[in-house]
């Protein structure tokens, strides 16, 4: 590890060390969302680094999502590190040129983690529904006719329940624009913190690929939906207090 990176790391340990009594009050949604951020700020290393063919940016933000579901952080003894995880290799698979990671033995549930590399944009993932292949085949390039997204919104809006049938009555909470990485394209909303007019916060992040959607909502670090499509979606969720919103995320 650089000397500069290293100097990052103590920053952000330090700044870990001052919030950890903070982070027993399930109710400082402040605390758990600055950890949260704290997360995706230590730069971790593995030997797998620099090898996968993938861009640093990608290969950095795959244990992180994986911690995210897990509902985890670096910080956490028994998290995920970046090290736990084995790269297998690139693969062919029906959704495209595929790498693959054997997560630790202790996560047999969820076996393997995997980047789909599409024509402009890459998909992180991991579970037992997409596995290599057994003759081991590899696809060197693939070419994909269908065009990628070209840019996508995610709305958030909350209807009183008197007003329910008052399409007119939506009080919109946000509205974001799904960002696009000039290096593979990746759609996605990061984690964005969402204070709604009852005071309750919640966290929010979403991915968009030509392939589907996945949206995902955190409260104190608790996941409150997780919702895949295959395109469009419209969702309804409560938050922990029964603060109903309507999800809805659509690519142009």
């Known amino acids: 590890m650089k000397t500069d990176e290293f100097a990052k790391n103590e920053a952000v340990l330090a700044e870990y060390e001052k919030?950890?009594?903070?982070?027993?009050?399930?109710?400082?949604?402040?605390?758990?969302?600055?950890?949260?951020?704290?997360?995706?700020?230590?730069i971790e290393d593995a030997p797998w680094f620099g090898t996968t063919g993938?861009?640093?940016?990608?290969?950095?933000?795959?244990?992180?999502?994986?911690?995210?579901?897990?509902?985890?952080?670096?910080?956490?003894?028994?998290?995920?590190?970046?090290?736990?995880?084995?790269?297998?290799?690139?693969y062919s698979t029906e959704q495209g040129p595929?790498?693959?990671?054997?997560?630790?033995?202790?996560?047999?549930?969820?076996?393997?983690a995997f980047v789909?590399?599409?024509?402009?944009?890459?998909?992180?993932?991991?579970?037992?529904?997409?596995?290599?292949p057994e003759d081991n085949s590899v696809l060197?390039?693939?070419?994909?006719?269908?065009?990628?997204?070209?840019g996508g919104m995610l709305t958030i809006t909350h209807v009183p329940n008197e007003s329910r049938q008052d399409e007119?009555?939506?009080?919109?909470?946000?509205?974001?624009?799904?960002?696009?990485?000039?290096?593979?394209?990746?759609?996605?909303?990061?984690?964005?913190?969402?204070?709604?007019?009852?005071?309750?916060?919640?966290?929010?992040v979403s991915e968009f690929t030509k392939y589907g959607n996945h949206?995902?909502?955190r409260q104190n670090m608790k996941k409150i939906c997780s919702f895949r499509s295959d395109g469009d979606m419209r969702l309804f969720f409560h938050t922990f207090g029964g603060f109903g919103l309507y999800v809805t995320c659509e690519k142009d």
Request: with cysteine; hydrophobic share 35%; proline share 4%.
């Open 54 to 90: 993938l861009g640093e940016e990608t290969e950095r933000r795959l244990p992180q999502y994986i911690r995210m579901e897990y509902g985890e952080t670096v910080f956490n003894g028994a998290g995920l590190k970046a090290g736990d995880l084995q790269y297998i290799g690139r």
């Open 98 to 112: 595929t790498h693959f990671w054997k997560l630790p033995s202790g996560r047999r549930q969820q076996q393997y």
């Open 19 to 42: 919030l950890r009594e903070r982070l027993f009050d399930s109710n400082d949604v402040e605390a758990q969302n600055r950890l949260a951020e704290l997360d995706t700020q230590f």
């Open 168 to 204: 007119g009555a939506a009080i919109e909470i946000l509205r974001l624009t799904y960002e696009r990485k000039e290096e593979r394209g990746l759609q996605y909303i990061d984690h964005t913190p969402v204070e709604l007019p009852n005071g309750e916060k919640i966290v929010v």
């Open 140 to 150: 060197d390039a693939v070419h994909l006719s269908e065009s990628s997204p070209q």
């Open 116 to 132: 789909v590399e599409f024509e402009d944009c890459n998909s992180l993932g991991f579970g037992r529904d997409l596995v290599p």
């Open 215 to 217: 949206f995902t909502a």
